[in-house]
């Protein structure tokens, strides 16, 4: 996907109240920068925002991080929060312009709850595979990250990334607790379900969006 440069993107990312400044400084410390002690869940690959910001207003006991690589990306959900009217912005979200590999910089170990990856790219060239969000060595990031109860949740409308995932999981020492080949049609995984803006464009099309719910595996 072809990025649109925006110039002014960092800038505003940089002022903004709803983005982290050094966000390796929060690192063991984000309950505390919630002023809660309630369950931290990230998006990685936020995008627009949509989708964050949905759960982040469905449920003030969760706090939220929305982790987005691209400035020119992440500044659509910055404007998408900053149209709101004051009362709708929810206290429970932040966001945050980094690349997911640093995630153990930015996060202590069991500091996340939950994990959601929507729509990931693909990164369909086999010498790039390493880079796909649900790739063995990105597990293996989340694994130093997680609860010990922790979990991802993956949506994408790729057939192949979608296998690619499931392999990659017993790998990587995860356990896969449930799947879906059509979400819209599977009334058990697609109670609550929010949409993103990708599911949307995709599902119009007439495309089947799978989805997949993985756990840390227990050492014996």
């Known amino acids: 996907m072809r990025l649109r440069n925006i110039p002014s993107a960092d800038h505003q990312i940089a002022v903004s109240p709803y983005c982290v400044q050094a ?4 690192r063991g410390l984000w309950q505390q920068a919630f002023q809660n002690t309630n369950p931290v869940h990230i ?10 910001l949905q759960l982040a207003q469905n449920h003030p006991d969760i706090n939220y991080i929305g982790i987005e690589r691209y400035t020119s990306v992440l500044l659509r959900a910055v404007q998408k929060l900053e149209r709101l009217p004051s009362e709708e912005i929810p206290a429970n979200l932040r966001l945050i312009c980094m690349d997911a590999e640093q995630l153990a910089d930015v996060f202590a ?6 994990i959601y990856l929507n729509f990931s790219d693909p990164w369909p060239k086999k010498r790039h595979a390493r880079r796909r ?18 979990s991802i949740e993956f949506k994408t409308d790729n057939r192949d990334l979608f296998e690619f995932s499931l392999a990659e999981l017993p790998a990587a020492h995860w356990t896969l607790e449930a799947c879906t080949y059509d ?3 599977d009334p058990e995984l697609n109670e609550g379900n929010i949409m993103t ?4 464009k995709f599902s119009s099309l007439g495309n089947p969006i799978y989805k997949l719910i993985a756990s840390r595996t227990p050492f014996a």
Request: charged share 25%; with cysteine; proline share 4%.
């Open 197 to 200: 803006e990708y599911e949307e």
């Open 43 to 52: 998006e990685i690959g936020m995008g627009k925002g949509r989708f964050l």
């Open 133 to 150: 969000l649900t790739s063995k060595q990105f597990l293996c990031r989340y694994d130093q990250i997680l609860a010990a109860n922790g």
């Open 109 to 114: 170990p069991e500091e996340v709850a939950k």
């Open 183 to 185: 979400l819209h049609n």
């Open 23 to 26: 966000p390796a400084s929060q």
